[in-house]
Structure formats: C-alpha cells, structure tokens
C-alpha cells in the first residue's frame, strides 16, 4: 500500500495488520498502522519501543500524528508507546454511536475505546490524554483501576468551563482563541479550525505549515470534519464527576499560553483540586499554547519520565 505523509513524516502502511479486540494475532509492528476492530467502528493505532506501556491518545479535530516529536522520546526512554486515532479522526473508522446511544463523540467514549486498546495489547499501561482526551484519560483511571497505572492530562478539558466574558474584552489570546472555537462549531467551518490552530501554537513546530497541510487533507476526507463536530455535542461534565473516583498519581501539564483558558495554570490545579489529595500534580509548559507535547516535546517528556519515576510501583 501507499506511504501516507502527514505533517512532515511518512507513516507507512505497507504490511497493516487487522484484528478484533481479544483474538490472537501477529507481535505488532513498529511503526505500522494497525486498527482494532470494536463493536462500533475501528481504531487506528501503531506501537513503537519495548517496555512498560504508554498509550497516547490526542484532541479533536486532529490525529495522532501530532504525537510525532513526543513518541520517538519516550520509546527512547525505555517504553512502549501505543499511539491512537481518536475515534472519527485520522484513520479509524467514522459513524460511531455513543454509548449511550446518541451521535455525539464524549470522553466517556474514548476512555472505553483507550481501555479496549491497553486490554489488546497488554495492561496496565499510562494514559496521555491531551484536550478532550485528558478527560478520557480520568474516566478510564476511574472505571478500571487495574488497567491505568498513571494519567498525564495535557491542557485537559477535564472540568465544565464557565465563558469569562469580561476576559473577551482585557485578555487578547483568551478572546482569539474563543472566538475562532466557538465560530468553527456554529459554521463548521474547516478554515476558522485551522485559524484556531495558528492561535493555539504560539510556538510553530519547525514543520508547522506541512503538519497543517497533512491535517487539512484529513479533514477533507468525505465525513471526516462531520464527524470531528460530533465531539462538539458533548461537555466535559462525565469527565469531572469522575475526578474524585482515580486512584492512580496524575501528572496534570499546562502549556501558559493556551488560548482555551483564561489561566491554564489555575485550571490545572481546579482540575488537580478535585482528584483525591496527594494523587495530582500540575506542570507547567512556558511559553507554549493548547499543543505542548508538539512545541515543547523535549520538555513535556522529560516531566512526564520524570513522574513517572516518582511513581514506579503505581
């Protein structure tokens, strides 16, 4: 089969391997795209290194190539890293029904689909969860225990967000970053998407415009976009009345620039507030926006082995 190349890498698919969740299979492949198939769709996902598990799972309207500077430092650290499409993005499969039965892509339903994945290739494993799937990356702690030794949330939607509209009128980044959100969701609109992700790397990747050129060809695909404005018809309430339920330590980044939060850092802690006492710490990425694991990558994975260590027995 044909290279696919997105965002400056090739991700090859020659030799894709195809299976459903607890049938035996083939040793995987590093680097090779592989889809476990569920009851509602597939999910896309290659596995790279050898060690204790680390499954990344990104935000929406993206794919897992944005994980491209962070996995290669953390297979380089000793583990192995699972890297999934979220469910209507990248290469899974589109048309997926809730779990409860609506149309709407939720946290709850990725952190089902992150637990399908860890119990494929061989739990427990660490969860990095960014956006909407720092969410996930708390439901899935909560509802299996013994499948998730670890949480690291990146700039997570964890908690339900009250709109500060005094900040729209004295905080620029807050007010861009708003606006441009909200106004993709009410005109799905690809380019404003795309406006909001220049507002949200205020640190450019050196590969910025072709990574961007790679998602925009994603999103194009027919019902793709569609489908990334189903995470829109879910809130992170599921996500927060599962905060007190962890057991696990949590290991909470926030880049300081992020345009989604009027202070990223006083929402790391609020969300670090509400997990039982001593499991969550809060880490700060200086400088960067929404994405920290793809502007500060070296940084994001020197915290993340970092807890890690701290928490070798968890």
Known sequence: MPLRRAGGVEWHRTGVNEHRCGRARAPNVPGVTEYLQLDGGRIAYDVTGAG??????????????????????????GFRVAVMDMRGHGESSLDWTSHDGGVAISRTDVALDILALIRELGG?????????????????????????????????????????????????????????????????????WLRYLDAAYPLKTPDFDEYLAGLTATLR?????????????????????????IECPALVVMGTEDPDFVDPIAEG?????????????????????????????????DLIVKFLAEHPGD
């Open 52 to 77: 204790p598990l680390i499954v990344l799972s990104h935000g929406m309207g993206d794919h897992r190539q944005v994980y491209r500077f962070l996995a290669p430092r953390l297979v380089a650290a």
């Open 124 to 192: 427990p494993a660490v969860i990095v969860g960014h956006s909407l799937s720092g969410g996930s990356a708390t439901i899935a702690a909560a509802l299996e225990p013994g499948l998730v030794r670890a949480i690291v949330e990146l700039n997570p939607f964890t908690r339900v967000q009250s709109f500060a509209v005094g900040k729209l009128f004295t905080l620029r980044r807050y007010r861009r970053g708003q606006l441009l959100v909200i106004s993709t969701m009410v005109f799905r609109s690809l380019r404003l």
């Open 221 to 245: 695909e027919p019902g793709r976009f569609a489908d990334f404005m189903k995470t829109g018809k879910s809130t992170p309430a599921d996500a927060e009345a599962q905060l007190a339920n």
């Open 269 to 301: 802690e609020a969300i670090v507030a509400l997990m039982p006492a001593g499991l969550g710490t809060v880490a700060a990425a200086p400088g960067s926006g929404h994405y920290p694991h793809a502007e500060l990558p070296e940084l994001v994975a």
